[in-house]
């Protein structure tokens, strides 16, 4: 029988952006992963960027060369060459995963501003995977601008970077919210499905965290899954960065509506880690 809970947390569609890095190349692969387990639809989507192509077309507009380190002109035509073949990568590797793990799947590209059009998209979505840095890759693990706006501004987000997967212990905030309750399903499915340990964070003044903690028991049990609870007073986002560091490995999700989740202290907070992150709204 299917609770109202579960309902609520129903995935059918998970966008992937995709920009041959390898940060969403791992992100495509989680989303593959969870497409899986939810049989949901894995959508591919490539952002042939309007603003490079603009700037390619500037008579003083340079690109440097990635293993000779000389700069030399840029043109509209080479730039749009080097987009198509991005795009025919990302749509063979969404195809690979795809078929991997047999759902169904479809890509397309357009034009535009990336964050503008990633957002856009996303609304037609029930979850958005990502990478946390995009392409051309950075060597610094800080939040991409379309990551912190995705995070900001969409609905229910996953994002990851390379070399990191969903295969790990699950540590989930619960505040008791709506979006708290969600998130704490959508973490029990994970802990469940890879057979992981998942942890519960009580989101909680002194006086209401063991109610808190019997109410996570009762929804988690619904789930079969048990859980090692955890509680620290006056918890700051400082204090949360620290957990999840001495964890090392660890998947984190997100979600309620206190202020440790408010958008500055999620920003906050995926600046200061590099664990894979799924905000559940």
């Known amino acids: 029988m299917v609770s109202e809970h579960q309902e609520e947390i129903k995935v059918q569609r998970i966008l992937v952006a995709l920009d041959a890095s390898t940060h969403s190349l791992a992100a495509l692969e989680a989303a593959a992963e969870l497409a899986a387990r939810r049989q949901a ?13 603009r700037l390619a077309g500037l008579p003083f507009a340079r690109e440097v060369g990635g293993a000779s380190a000389t700069a030399r002109p840029m043109s509209s035509d080479s ?18 995963a795809a078929e991997r793990v047999h759902v169904s799947w479809s890509f397309r590209t357009v034009r535009g501003q990336v964050t ?11 979850l958005l995977a990502m990478g946390r840095v995009g392409w051309p890759l950075s060597r610094r693990t800080r939040l991409g601008s379309t990551a912190r706006a ?11 970077q390379q070399g990191r997967n969903l295969s790990q212990p699950v540590l989930v905030t ?16 994970l802990a469940q499905v890879s057979e992981d340990d998942l942890n519960v964070l009580l989101l909680a003044d002194s006086s209401s965290v063991e109610l808190l903690k019997e109410e ?18 006056q918890m700051t986002v400082q204090k949360l960065i620290e957990m999840v560091r001495a964890r ?19 920003q906050e907070l995926l600046d200061g880690t590099d664990c894979p992150v799924m905000l559940v709204r």
Not at 116 to 126: F, H, N, P, Q, R
């Open 41 to 53: 639809e894995l959508i591919g989507l490539f952002v042939e960027d309007v603003n490079l192509v």
């Open 216 to 233: 996570a028991t009762t929804l988690l049990a619904e789930q079969e899954v048990t859980a090692d609870f955890h509680w620290l007073p």
């Open 150 to 160: 995705a995070m900001a501004a969409a609905g229910s987000v996953l994002l990851l």
């Open 174 to 189: 619960y505040d008791g919210s709506p979006a708290g309750k969600q998130a704490l399903l959508v973490a029990a499915q």
């Open 116 to 126: 503008a059009s990633v957002l856009s998209a996303a609304l037609e979505a029930d």
């Open 248 to 266: 090392e490995d660890c998947v984190l999700v997100l979600g309620g509506e206190g202020e440790l989740l408010a958008a500055e202290a999620i």
């Open 79 to 96: 730039v749009e060459q080097a987009m198509r073949l991005q795009a025919a990568q990302a749509r063979r590797a969404l195809a690979a």
